[in-house]
């Protein structure tokens, strides 16, 4: 999680690919990002909580909020995100956004 969060911040849309897990990635990503990274300032990471992930899981969830400023106006991305282990490595699946508080 934490490490995709990086990813977004700094640009490495290679990453965010190559960590989405492969039966769910689209191109999507990529328009998505290039669209909204000049008028993104990312500004920092919360996690809420985390259920399963364990070195025994093969699924897990992390809920989080990543604070940032777009066009000069702060903003708050909060997510359910799931994640699926394939191969010994995490790979994100999908993300179900929550109501910002």
């Known amino acids: ?3 995709r969060y990086s990813a ?8 965010l690919v190559a960590t989405t897990f492969p039966a769910v990635r689209t191109t999507d ?4 990002y290039k ?13 809420l909580r985390k259920s ?3 070195a025994n899981d093969k699924t ?13 106006q ?12 394939s191969g010994g490595d995490w790979y994100y699946v999908d993300g179900k956004l929550e109501e910002v508080n």
């Open 74 to 85: 702060p903003a708050v991305h909060h997510e359910l995100s799931r994640f699926r282990r």
């Open 1 to 3: 999680m934490c490490s």
């Open 52 to 54: 399963q992930g364990g």
């Open 29 to 32: 990503l990529w328009i998505n």
């Open 60 to 72: 897990g969830k992390v809920e989080f909020k990543a604070s940032y400023i777009q066009d000069g």
């Open 8 to 15: 977004y911040v700094v640009g490495q849309v290679d990453y």
């Open 35 to 47: 669209s909204t990274h000049d008028s993104i300032q990312w500004i920092g990471l919360e996690v």
